[in-house]
């Protein structure tokens, strides 16, 4: 009989052999697991990484031609007849061959660049070629004869495809890989087709040379045997390790062609398993690339199994000793195998939150060791190219925000213009042309600032701006943007508006008016034949509060049930097959529901695929009149008759202080004022408006921000430690970038206005932030003088009343245009001003005879205008910044003339001192200045010598001072020459 001590022994041994058994068994699955995943893991990270690599390789040949095409056209306005002018274009041309070389120069394995011109128009051998020496001269660009394109016919794809593709297609592209004969080389091309002003001017691309591209997916590879091809769509196999030259899909056997023929039908985002002509089962990830081709990395499944073969083996055999020295010896070994892999997977999973701080420090040699490494490696390059994506988000981001100033400079001072017309004439034609340029030029301005839209709303920007608006005004501002467009496709255009509607809200009109017009917008594109119905109604109305129900409806081509989900996807194009020819980036929809949801509302699709779509949403709105609209195109006419009595402000008793140290800022400044009676201040430093400020009340201090020894906000800081209490303190700057406002926000002003000062912003500002006390207004009123039937005779919208009683309007094929203008006579206006009175614009003003407000102008006259226009100034953005008056804009320029000698010298001076600091503030003045009177090719050379002495780049600005002081030179002779000063 056995003894209870060999029973407890045989107990404990057994017990401790099932609980090893257990855990052995338990930590082998777990293994597998977490390695079958890791495989999966570790195949498409390596098909990512080198599908990214060949993507970074087109990337920036697509970046260096984008480049070359956007300089083309930014100069342009520089020689402004290359089209007509041999000897301008051969200048135009001259300098984008010099631009185009240097890119292509720095451009990974550009073997050339070109821009050819229209061959029917100017010659078949017309534009520039550089390419790289084919001789063998490592590095060196040479300029070539260019391909005369008289000697093929248009349809010779392998002599002159490159140019005759891209001019059919109409948009940037990719060629496919081709043979060029007139090189002897395998190339591949990216190319822009370039037009201007509606007119075909050419092509502008670069080539890469095949054998490049081969070589760099021949190093790649994966596990031991693994390696990487190249497809394009077409079913070309341009390199595998079988096929290194590659083998057009027509010279294929069957066996190949059926597997390129997988492959194209593939989904690249599925993994896949094939057998090999080896008889080897292998495991395939597709990546297709930015050109279109698509990228294969396959590896055997043995490799790709043999690491976790390898470790579970090795599990097996040591817990098997284990078990036979000691049970406890296996909990140990099993802890210490399963520790690092857990370590392994809680880091992947940081790293999957993109949390890159623990590092799997391993010094394993193992399979365990390898794959921590591996990860580690990769998880470095991860964060190196989220870092770079990053920057260019950022980079991006400041280029949009600083190119939005420059875009809307001249279209605001269009507007401006316009206004002037809307304030002075009296005939009621002009009055309506103006009023639909106003309206058409706001639509314009909203369109291109919507182009920032995407950006803002990604970086946490975009905010909605509630205003009191007229909602026929709305509703105009559509149907005048949309009917050219509809009118054009020969649809109808219907719309029906619930005349019980109020007539004046309070919301963010523009944004609602980007919503609707981007619903019309996409309507019209994919609508061919029939009708575009917007319908505007009241769903709800409570105290002061109305929901107003707006839908789209087209009879367009519709949508499919399995694309509804992917409608809202940024950069999203549905049924990409048939709408190829359809224009658009695929925002649209996605900026529509952003904005929608930032004012707590949804958009609503419905649509039935091949009859059309209805889009739909509610929006809440404030009432601020309830008085029903009515016919909506009447009162539009009414909110327009009523705008030609105009309220303007006047405060003579306003004490404003104005510091600057540019005497031109401030003599416009005062000028500005003088308009709304107020006779300011001025002060040319930081310590001058110190003083001031000590001695003296003001009620509004403007105060330049880029000044010398003293800046603006130097300035508010000891003005801050010496006051207790300040009057508001708003800052003029010239850089109004985005995020310029939160930055002198946080450094205590009340408040920022761009320069050159804008009329309508400066009236803004003073009526914020003036006392009510002593504001007041005067009222222009103008006499309208009525036409002559004669010549006037206008066509209108077709106005139906529906038994609802709402308005409807229809345009297009069946109803005509929306709003068509003849030709009005009469052009002698009469300007009146009210004296001080009502304490707001809303009361009824009393009227006086002109005054000393009149301003002549014939000592600066039309033609003088013309001549400096013709010189390259832009004459109608500094008449808007000098508020129309001609004769205060030539006394600007005789200021600039004669202030050019000791500003240039007091430049060159800190140039040749080294003195940056001051440079930069002195040529910051000297931007301004130049913008005001209208030289911006100066100005923007002022702005890039500003930016370099900023960031210290003492090189750019040695290289550009001269060229600068030798352009302000030039610029006061061309003044000299017109204005006789």
């Not at 009621?428 to 009023?435: D, F, R, T, V, W």
Request: glycine share 6%; charged share 25%; proline share 3%.
């Amino acid at each position: 009989m056995k003894s209870i001590q060999t029973k407890i022994i045989v107990g404990i041994t057994a017990l401790m052999i099932m609980v090893a058994a257990l855990f052995l068994i338990t930590a082998i699955s777990r293994t597998k697991s977490i390695l079958d995943n890791d495989s999966e893991t570790i195949m498409g990270l390596a098909a990512d990484a080198n599908a990214g690599v060949v993507d970074e390789y087109f990337g920036s040949l697509e970046q260096s031609v984008d480049a070359i095409y956007k300089y083309a056209l930014q100069n342009t306005g520089t020689y402004d007849h290359f089209l007509e002018d041999q000897g301008e274009r051969d200048l135009y041309t001259g300098i984008v061959a010099n631009l185009g070389k240097s890119i292509a120069e720095n451009t990974k394995g550009a073997m050339s660049v070109y821009l050819r011109y229209n061959p029917d128009d100017y010659g078949p051998t017309s534009g520039f070629w550089y390419t790289s020496d084919l001789d063998g001269s490592a590095g060196k660009w040479v300029s070539a004869e260019p391909t005369d394109l008289s000697l093929y016919a248009k349809d010779d794809v392998e002599h002159v495809g490159w140019y005759y593709i891209p001019i059919a297609k109409g948009t940037p592209m990719w060629m496919d890989p081709y043979f060029n004969k007139n090189l002897s080389v395998e190339m591949i091309s990216y190319i822009i087709p370039y037009y201007f002003k509606g007119y075909t001017v050419g092509i502008i691309g670069m080539d890469i040379d095949i054998s490049l591209l081969c070589e760099l997916v021949s190093r790649m590879s994966v596990y031991e045997t693994g390696r990487a091809f190249l497809v394009t769509r077409n079913g070309d196999l341009i390199y595998h390790e079988k096929h290194p030259a590659g083998i057009k899909y027509n010279d294929m056997d069957d066996e190949l062609r059926s597997f390129v023929d997988t492959i194209l039908k593939s989904d690249p985002a599925v993994s896949h398993n094939y057998t090999g002509d080896d008889n080897v089962i292998k495991k395939l990830e597709l990546r297709e690339l930015r050109n279109g081709m698509i990228m294969g990395v396959y590896a055997p499944i043995s490799e790709i199994k043999a690491p976790q073969d390898k470790l579970l083996s090795e599990l097996l055999i040591v817990s098997g000793i284990i078990l036979v020295i000691a049970v406890m010896f296996s909990l140990l070994w099993v802890k210490s195998i399963t520790e690092p892999l857990q370590r392994m997977t809680r880091i992947a999973q940081e790293y999957e939150n993109l949390n890159f701080e623990e590092v799997m420090d391993t010094d394993s040699e193992d399979e365990v060791g390898t794959l921590a490494r591996s990860m580690q490696s990769m998880a470095a390059s991860l964060k190196q190219q989220i870092e770079r994506a990053d920057k260019a988000s950022k980079a991006k981001s400041d280029f949009l925000a600083s190119m939005s100033h420059e875009i809307r400079t001249p279209i605001n001072a269009v507007l401006g213009m316009n206004q002037m017309i809307l304030r002075e004439s009296r005939d009621p034609s002009i009055l309506e042309y103006a009023g639909n340029i106003q309206s058409s030029g706001k639509t314009l301005l909203t369109l291109i600032n919507s182009i920032l839209d995407f950006s803002n709303i990604e970086d946490g920007k975009m905010e909605i701006q509630p205003i009191k608006y007229e909602l026929s005004s709305v509703i105009n501002n559509l149907v005048n943007s949309i009917s050219e467009r509809v009118k054009a496709k020969s649809l109808e255009f219907v719309v029906n508006v619930d005349n019980k509607l109020p007539s004046v809200l309070f919301g963010d009109d523009v944004r609602i008016e980007q919503i609707i017009y981007n619903l019309l917008t996409n309507a019209v594109k994919y609508t061919n034949t029939g009708a575009i119905t917007l319908n505007i109604s009241e769903s709800i109305r409570h105290d002061n509060f109305v929901v107003l129900a707006v839908s789209v409806e087209d009879t367009g081509i519709g949508i499919k049930k399995e694309d509804m989900a992917k409608m809202f996807d940024t950069f999203e194009r549905l049924d990409e097959t048939r709408n190829r020819n359809v224009e658009g980036t695929g925002l649209g929809m996605s900026i529509v529901t952003k904005l929608l949801n930032m004012m707590e509302s949804e958009l609503h699709v419905n649509s039935v695929y091949g009859q059309g779509s209805v889009f739909s949403f509610y929006l809440k709105q404030e009432i601020k009149d309830a008085t029903p609209i009515g016919n909506y195109t009447d009162r539009l006419e009414t909110s327009r008759a009523s705008e030609n009595e105009k309220t303007v402000l006047h405060a003579p008793e306003a004490r404003i202080l104005v510091v600057d140290d540019n005497e031109m800022n401030l003599k416009v400044a005062s000028n500005l004022m003088k308009i709304f009676g107020i006779t300011p201040r001025l002060a040319v430093s930081g310590e001058e408006a110190i003083d001031l400020i000590d001695t003296d009340t003001f009620d509004i201090v403007f105060l330049d921000h880029m000044m010398p020894k003293m800046d603006g906000i130097e300035t508010l800081e000891r003005l801050r430690e010496k006051h207790d209490t300040l009057p508001p303190i708003i800052a003029l700057t010239a850089n109004a970038v985005v995020g310029a406002k939160e930055m002198y926000l946080s450094k205590g002003f009340i408040d920022y206005m761009s320069k050159p000062i804008d009329l309508s912003t400066l009236q803004e500002k003073l009526v914020k932030y003036l006392p009510p006390e002593i504001v007041s207004y005067v009222t222009e009123n103008k006499e309208v003088k009525k036409p002559s039937s004669k010549g006037s005779e206008k066509k209108s919208a077709t106005i139906k009343k529906d038994s609802s009683g709402t308005d409807s309007v229809k345009t297009g094929s069946s109803g005509g245009e929306v709003i068509e203008f003849s030709p009005k006579g009469g052009n002698d206006d009469v300007l009146e001003f009210a004296p001080s009175g009502p304490q707001s614009p809303d009361d009824a003003p009393l009227t006086f005879e002109p005054g000393d407000e009149q301003i002549d102008d014939s000592a600066f006259g039309e033609d003088k205008l013309e001549q400096l226009k013709k010189l390259g100034f832009d004459t109608d953005g500094a008449l808007g910044y000098c508020a129309g008056d001609s004769s205060f804009y030539e006394e600007l320029l005789e200021d600039f003339v004669a202030s050019r000698a000791s500003k240039s010298d007091e430049l060159s001076g800190y140039h040749a001192d080294g003195d940056l600091d001051s440079y930069r503030t002195l040529v910051h003045s000297l931007k301004s200045s130049a913008k005001t009177i209208g030289a911006m090719e100066l100005s923007e050379m002022a702005k890039q010598l500003e930016f370099a002495s900023r960031d210290g780049k003492a090189d750019f600005v040695d290289e550009h001072h001269e060229p600068f002081i030798a352009a302000y030179k030039n610029t006061t002779e061309q003044i000299q020459s017109v204005v006789g000063c």
